[in-house]
């Protein structure tokens, strides 16, 4: 129905940067929020940030003043701008796109490992 193409994702130094985008395509009506989540080994998958279509924004305070979502509604489009990179966001990201009046929970990407270590 509706698919998720995750890509940016890699290995970068602690105080580097990464822009992951994620692309939507498919049987779309209407998409209402997009985000990032991510989950690291042994944790439990924790929200980074979300952007309704309207330009809303919500960022996890670990992420605050150093992340940046973006998107582009009329190519189903979101991006995530990571700067001053930690070792602490190593984790694998999930794009998550929301429609409006569609399935609860959304649709979600496969995942793109983010490694930030030296």
């Known amino acids: 129905q509706v698919q998720l193409v995750e890509s940016g994702g890699g290995l970068v130094q602690p105080g580097g940067s990464l822009r992951l985008s994620c692309a939507a395509s498919?049987?779309?009506?209407?998409?209402?929020?997009m985000g990032w989540y991510r989950q690291a080994p042994g944790k439990q998958r924790e929200l980074v940030a979300t952007i309704t279509r309207g330009g809303s924004t919500n960022y996890a305070d670990s992420v605050k003043g150093r992340f940046t979502i973006s998107r582009d509604n009329a190519k189903n489009t979101v991006y995530l701008q990571m700067n001053s990179l930690k070792p602490e966001d190593t984790a694998v990201y999930y794009c998550?796109?929301?429609?409006?009046?569609?399935?609860?929970?959304?649709?979600w990407g496969q995942g793109t490992q983010v490694t930030v270590s030296s």
């Open positions: 498919g049987s779309i009506f209407r998409i209402n929020v």
């Open positions: 998550n796109v929301v429609e409006s009046w569609g399935p609860t929970g959304g649709y």
